[in-house]
């Protein structure tokens, strides 16, 4: 079962050629680097798991190699290409497209980062909802991470922290509208 603890079983970190693990893992842990500079998931991941299957996988980004086991979990972080087109040019739409459709099918339970992106995979592309799980991003609260900070204006002021790309599809200008309701409000 997927849910397990780890400490009872081997766990495989696979990286790509030239990534380093700069952190301590349990002594149950291994790290497999592949080296392919190119196609790493669909070539590289799927030979690896071919010749030394492994019985659950976790795949963190969408992409499930073509040979897979039986147990594979993988995160879907959203379907940004099906509604902003213009962010993406043809051939990574086709194979956002393709890889998330196949990734979806092929693995046997998915995590979305939120309910939107559930409703899309199950809309969109006619995913059971039963297969879904939601498991929103983010940290765990604390309350020395959300207190006010000290900013180069010598004071403590409330502010607005957005870490993410500058483009249309991320809503930036529904982030400056509530900063504007809120000056207003407050």
């Not at 070539?43 to 071919?50: A, D, Q």
Request: aromatic share 16%.
């Amino acid at each position: 079962h997927l849910r397990d603890n780890l400490s009872n079983h081997r766990v495989i970190l696979y990286l790509r050629s030239g990534q380093a693990v700069d952190f301590e893992f349990p002594s149950n842990w291994s790290v497999k680097n592949i080296c392919l500079p190119r196609f790493w998931t669909q070539v590289g991941l799927s030979w690896e798991l071919w010749k030394n299957p492994v019985d659950a996988l976790f795949i963190p980004a969408h992409t499930v190699p073509w040979h897979h086991p039986k147990k594979t979990l993988v995160v879907v972080h959203g379907l940004e290409y099906e509604f902003y087109p213009d962010g993406y040019s043809f051939w990574e739409r086709w194979y956002m497209r393709l890889s998330i459709r196949n990734s979806c099918k092929w693995a046997s339970r998915i995590i979305a980062v939120s309910q939107n992106t559930k409703k899309d995979l199950v809309d969109r592309y006619k995913i059971s909802q039963n297969k879904i799980e939601v498991v929103y991003e983010g940290c765990a609260y604390n309350s020395q991470f959300l207190r006010p900070r000290r900013i180069r204006l010598g004071r403590t002021t409330p502010y607005f922290f957005y870490v993410g790309r500058i483009e249309k599809r991320k809503n930036i200008f529904g982030i400056v509208r509530a900063f504007e309701i809120l000056k207003k409000k407050y």
